[in-house]
């Protein structure tokens, strides 16, 4: 919304009443995991595209899920091939005693 001087409403109440498409509830991080889970042969690049990000930003998402113990990196050929670890626990405290599993056949079933 612009005011009579031009400026925009930057309210939370504001930008709520736009369905613009320009906020998702569930983070970059799971939409990578959702897409590994469907096909763990996946290359970045095409992640990137599924996802909607960068294949850099794509990049840096599977290292932040390999370090904290949520995937590993195996190399087959001269290509990746992902395992997810979904026993292991959700990080925040909202989600505080389900597992990655939880959260993935919620998505993918």
């Not at 504001?14 to 991080?29: C, R, V």
């Not at 599924?50 to 590993?72: P, W």
């Amino acid at each position: 919304m612009s005011d009579a001087d031009g400026t925009t409403d930057a309210s939370p109440a504001a930008a709520g009443a736009k369905h613009d498409g320009t906020w998702t509830f569930l983070t970059n991080h799971s939409h990578v995991l959702i897409c590994l889970r469907r096909n763990p042969e996946l290359r970045l690049r095409d992640i990137g595209d599924l996802v909607g990000i960068t294949e850099r930003s794509v990049f840096n998402i599977v290292n932040d899920l390999e370090a904290a113990g949520y995937i590993e990196r195996r190399k087959v050929g001269r290509r990746n091939e992902y395992v997810l670890l979904t026993d292991r626990p959700m990080r925040h405290v909202v989600e505080q005693g389900k597992t990655v599993d939880d959260l993935l056949k919620a998505m993918t079933d």
